[in-house]
């Protein structure tokens, strides 16, 4: 008999996050337990607020207490059949996401092997992590670059842009930032939808003569009408992040973009991401996979698919005070994936 307990912490961040949306200073995340055959697995449901989609504390537990009367009855290899059971009644793409995850992380332990190796995946990442640096004055930027500096070698760095005070502040504070990085570290922004399509256009030129590798969703996902215009004249790479939160939307939006944001809270967990990263491969676009304010359990079970990855943007655990969760190795830039049974992580009694 499958069976789903949770716990529900807050969790509070080292330093706040400014984007062009607004500032975070703390989240919730929800962590399930789901156990069954003498084994048990783990996974995160965690708060998020994007455009046209918001889960928070009161929904995800709502959610869960609609899962916990449906799951009972699967076979907990039966994932596909619980995910379709879940999508069928509303749960939302969080609590999905935590069940998913956790029914790998049981599975992986039932089976005695890492997830990343069930998987048939190398342990290895295909890319270091970026670290990120919020919007903020120039003296405050560099000050939080110099933080991230200190936890060791940091070898990509993504700049959260779409200042409301314009684009010339994104710029002043950029420079600041370039100023600062270390040579080796690569480069990329994220706008957060914070651009019209003529600052997009002209940020993408601006940004492409310093070095930039891509820009994140330089337009709000509602001007979706401006993607083609914007695809025709970028002088940069454009990733799409909240515009794409499932396979269903890169095969609409993709023809108008060189790469998309997997979140698995966003799309629903590992079942949903690997279908992203098979359309996205097919579409000839690159691959990102990112977080909101995971965890350490979160994050190591989006690494799980590093091997396939080309940018990865995993660093919201060590910007936490009181991750419950721990496990997931970091060292010279890099997350390292566990070699032990399922997603290798821990949480506190």
């Not at 009367?69 to 379709?84: C, Q, T, Y």
């Not at 790479?237 to 890169?250: G, K, T």
């Not at 579409?283 to 995971?294: A, F, K, P, V, W």
Request: negative net charge; charged residues 15%; glycine residues 10%.
């Amino acid at each position: 008999m499958l069976t789903l307990t949770y716990r529900t912490f807050e969790l509070h961040k080292k330093v706040a996050l400014a984007i062009s949306r607004g500032n975070a200073t703390s989240s919730h995340s929800v962590i399930i337990k789901i156990a069954a055959n003498g084994f048990f697995g783990l996974g995160e449901a965690a708060e998020f607020d994007i455009p046209n989609h918001a889960e928070h504390l009161p929904q995800l537990l709502a959610h869960i207490d609609t899962a916990t009367s449906l799951v009972g009855k699967f076979d907990p290899f039966d994932r596909n059949g619980i995910e379709a059971a879940l999508i069928h009644s509303g749960v939302g793409s969080s609590v999905r996401n935590a069940i998913d995850m956790a029914l790998f992380d049981w599975a992986g332990k039932a089976m005695g092997v890492p997830v990343w190796k069930m998987l048939g995946f190398s342990p290895l990442p295909r890319s270091p992590i970026s670290v990120t640096v919020g919007i903020n004055t120039p003296q405050a930027a560099v000050e939080r670059l110099n933080a991230w500096l200190a936890l060791g070698t940091i070898r990509g760095i993504k700049v959260k842009m779409g200042s409301p005070a314009g684009i010339k502040a994104d710029q002043v504070m950029f420079e600041a930032i370039r100023e600062r990085a270390p040579d080796y570290a690569y480069i990329g922004v994220d706008a957060n939808g914070g651009w019209n399509l003529e600052q997009a256009i002209e940020m993408s030129s601006w940004l492409r003569t310093r070095g930039v590798v891509h820009m994140e969703q330089p337009l709000a996902p509602e001007t979706y009408c401006s993607f083609p215009e914007l695809f025709k004249r970028t002088q940069l790479p454009v990733f799409l992040d909240e515009s794409c939160c499932n396979s269903e939307q890169i095969l609409q939006h993709g023809q108008y973009c060189h790469g998309v944001n997997i979140k698995l809270t966003k799309c629903g967990g590992l079942s949903e991401a690997l279908r992203m990263v098979a359309v996205a491969r097919s579409m000839n676009l690159q691959t990102m996979i990112g977080c909101y304010g995971n965890t350490a359990l979160g994050n190591a079970a989006a690494h799980q698919l590093a091997a396939t990855i080309d940018y990865i943007d995993l660093d919201s655990h060590l910007n936490l005070l009181d991750d419950p969760t721990s496990g997931l190795g970091f060292c010279d830039g890099f997350l390292i994936n566990s070699d032990k049974p399922g997603l290798g992580v821990n949480c506190v009694e």
